[in-house]
């Protein structure tokens, strides 16, 4: 880590600021309180405060060397207590032998005699102040570069299990439609044929952006009806797939495969229980907060429930929790013969 005080030349800008400002301040307090001429004190703040200018980007070295992690606190103390009394004392009489050897008045070196205590003690003030600056420059710093290698990984794991929740709709589908298949190759080889090109258009159009997080609205029907078409093939008029979609919501960004898991779970759990016909409705509005998608489907109440893994809404719910940080976006419901699964992607 670079010292802070000559980073860039925007820092070593300050620097020389401060520096000035300090200077001029010296230069008045030498002038009006101690009656020094203004041209020695002008020279006095000068070279006393460039000598500890110097000091002060030396210092980082040491400051950084002797951090707290690195040894037990009072060892720390102590050594920071030595460093300022040396720091402090080398300040005080190198600028005392180059203005003694500059400045020959004798009113200004009885004054130079009688200042080097209270010199001292502000070259002791002088090594705190730099020294804790240090300190809170190079554990700021620290924090920040911490922060951010934790966030790029929270991001990485978070990428990572986005792809592995998307990637498991896929197989869940396909061991779905491959059964499908099977069951119609004996009784109607020519739908089996119809569906297995189906299926494969749906999949090549699924992996075309398989490394994508999100979609529009559109992309996402578009997909659902590819899977409706699909099943369509084997349970005929028994499925109906209506859609109610504002323009709003056709433009809208949502995370990839939201759709179609539900779609799937209303038919395992409608069509798969019932004889008569299905209705499936997707319908899609927006607020001032939320792009709100309800699916509902009706059922047989009086169907065997076929009892699954749970994949599909749980697999949504929990993509929805990693992508928006909520664990309120996906609810759902039975009322009488009508199932219904609402889901609510925050408007950015």
């Excluded at 794991?157 to 004996?186: M, R």
């Amino acid at each position: 880590m670079k010292n802070p005080l000559i980073e860039n030349n925007t820092n070593i800008f300050a620097l020389l600021t401060v520096w000035a400002i300090i200077v001029f301040n010296h230069t008045l307090v030498l002038n009006f309180l101690f009656n020094v001429r203004i041209e020695n004190s002008l020279l006095d703040a000068a070279i006393y405060n460039f000598l500890f200018l110097l000091l002060s980007v030396s210092l980082w070295y040491p400051s950084i060397y002797l951090s707290i992690e690195k040894s037990k606190m009072w060892k720390t103390l102590l050594n920071h207590l030595a460093g300022g009394i040396f720091t402090s004392v080398i300040w005080v009489y190198t600028g005392y032998f180059i203005l003694s050897n500059t400045i020959k008045t004798d009113a200004y070196l009885s004054f130079l005699d009688k200042s080097l205590v209270w010199r001292f003690n502000i070259g002791i003030i002088y090594y705190v102040i730099i020294v804790v600056f240090y300190y809170f420059t190079y554990y700021y710093k620290s924090y920040k570069e911490k922060s951010l290698v934790e966030n790029e990984l929270k991001s990485l794991v978070k990428d990572a299990e986005l792809k592995t929740l998307k990637y498991q709709i896929n197989p869940h589908f396909v061991f779905n439609s491959l059964n499908s298949i099977n069951s119609l190759t004996l009784s109607d080889p020519a739908k089996a044929r119809e569906m297995t090109i189906k299926l494969s258009s749906f999949l090549r159009k699924t992996l075309s952006y398989n490394e994508t997080q999100v979609a529009s609205m559109l992309e996402e029907i578009e997909n659902v009806k590819l899977y409706m078409d699909i099943e369509k093939i084997r349970f005929e008029e028994n499925i109906e797939f209506v859609t109610e979609i504002s323009e709003q919501c056709l433009k809208m960004k949502v995370p990839i495969m939201i759709l179609q898991p539900i779609v799937e779970n209303a038919i395992k759990h409608g069509v798969y229980e019932s004889t008569e016909k299905i209705t499936i409705k997707l319908t899609c509005r927006r607020d001032d907060r939320y792009v709100i998608i309800t699916m509902q489907n009706n059922f047989d109440p009086q169907g065997v429930s076929r009892k699954g893994e749970g994949i599909g809404l749980q697999n949504i719910k929990h993509r929805l929790s990693i992508i928006y940080g909520q664990d309120n976006l996906l609810t759902f419901n039975k009322l009488e013969n009508i199932f219904t699964v609402n889901i609510y992607i925050p408007v950015q």
